[in-house]
């Protein structure tokens, strides 16, 4: 991929509309535009390998490093360049921008993101990479060529921070520390190159080693990762990660004294793009535009989703029962929607509304015995079609022995109208799930 990189500028158009639209920018990667920018970066890291003089055809270990780093950094440039475009959404006055404004607003961020600074990025990923394949074959010969000397770069406008180390001809043995930091690629479109030999050792006492740039600073032929974890777009240390959330997790990093660990960090992995993530964040702008639906909230760390018609009856008096299952709900990755209530029928009988697209019904177990369970079962048993029944303790009385007694006696109307057999059953408390059940 010699000249301009291939980039798909329909995605970008997407992204931008996407944004608009209310994508949280501040806790999401956007997947269409992640998945473009890591398609880039990966076609660099392919191209660098098949460079190699002998490619590490056998490393898998070596390959998964390398394709998983450059998925987190592509997530990382991603979640840089939707925020610093949202950014720019509100006027002065604090109004929405028209979007033909804001799309010319936000012009110079993505002509960089997506056009000379994703060039860079690629051109960096093929040298990387390439360097990481020879170094596979620097350590396989050590015992034969056991130094590396540096050679002088084959670039029209040589990078003058490492014309000292050809000029001095630096030899250093392959496991010398100086190469875990210092080494060709260490610097933006580093053209430079590392020899075996078996000459000897050549180290000046007076050699000051040039500062590698930022996000450059790692060998990713020890360590797999095509850019450091210290580049601009990661963060500064766990406790500003985007992707650490709530209070909680952040004061837990803060007393563990956690190390930045960005390419082995599951919080980070686990906000990776994947279909199910995109498919719940497209329902949230589904209902964040439909002005039928209020209280629309997607979870930022579960993904969960609720929602909540405008025709949906909520009792004064114990409609918090249905609000508090809901928001447990959500916070537990589920998407939960409470759905409009039709009184126009007589004797028409209304579910809640769709708990992970199923119908569902709630019904309170304030003293939780096991005839109490009994009869919770029998109401949402009594709503037609609910998939779904969850049993909301507010009295905080939870046991699940007296559950598994009173879900027998509903069991006992097998063959009756009184039974159904549901898909789910919930045990929810007031703050939590308490039990999952699937019948059987």
């Known amino acids: 991929m010699d000249g301009a990189i291939r980039f798909n500028a329909d995605i970008l158009s997407q992204f931008l509309k996407t944004i608009y639209r209310g994508f949280d920018t501040e806790n999401g990667i956007e997947g269409a535009m992640w998945r473009e920018v890591l398609r880039v970066i990966n076609e660099g890291t392919v191209e660098g390998l098949a460079k190699a003089k002998t490619p590490p055809t056998h490393e898998e270990d070596f390959y998964r490093a390398l394709r998983h780093s450059n998925e987190v950094f592509a997530a990382f440039k991603v979640h840089t360049m939707g925020k610093e475009m949202a950014a720019k959404l509100y006027d002065a006055d604090g109004k929405l921008k028209p979007f033909s404004k804001w799309v010319e607003d936000v012009r110079s961020i993505s002509s960089h993101q997506v056009g000379s600074w994703l060039k860079t990025e690629y051109d960096t990923a093929v040298i990387r990479a390439h360097a990481a394949a020879d170094w596979k074959e620097f350590e396989r010969n050590k015992d034969i060529l056991p130094n590396l000397r540096w050679m002088p770069t084959t670039s029209k406008e040589p990078e003058r921070n490492h014309r000292v180390y050809w000029k001095m001809k630096l030899t250093l043995p392959v496991d010398d520390p100086f190469w875990n930091e210092h080494h060709p690629g260490d610097r933006w479109n580093c053209k430079c190159s590392l020899e075996a030999t078996d000459a000897p050792v050549v180290r000046p006492k007076d050699m000051e080693p040039t500062k590698p740039q930022r996000g450059l600073e790692n060998n990713p032929g020890k360590d797999g990762h095509t850019f450091s974890d210290n580049h601009p777009y990661f963060p500064k240390g766990c406790g500003s990660c985007p992707f650490n959330k709530g209070f909680k997790n952040k004061m837990g990093t803060f007393f563990r004294n956690e190390k930045k660990h960005c390419y082995e960090c599951g919080k980070i992995d686990s906000n990776l793009p994947t279909e199910k993530k995109e498919k719940r964040q497209k329902e949230y702008l589904s209902y964040k535009e439909n002005p039928q639906y209020k209280d629309v909230v997607l979870d930022p ?43 126009s029928i007589l004797n028409h009988k209304n579910t809640e509304g769709t708990w992970d697209d199923m119908l569902f019904e709630i019904a309170a177990a304030e003293t939780g015995t096991d005839n109490n369970i009994r009869r919770a079962l029998k109401h949402c048993a009594s709503k037609p079609n609910a998939d779904v029944a969850v049993v909301f303790y507010p009295n905080d009385n939870f046991d699940e022995e007296t559950f598994e007694r009173g879900f027998a006696k509903f069991n006992g109307l097998k063959g009756t109208s009184q039974y159904r057999l549901f898909k789910r059953i919930y045990c929810v408390g007031k703050d939590k799930i308490l039990l999952t059940k699937k019948p059987e």
């Open 301 to 343: 760390v579960s993904n969960g989703l609720k929602a909540t018609h405008v025709e949906h009856n909520i009792d004064k008096k114990k409609g918090w029962y249905e609000t508090t299952t809901q928001n447990v709900a959500c916070k537990n990755g589920h998407k939960v929607i409470l759905e409009k209530e039709d009184h």
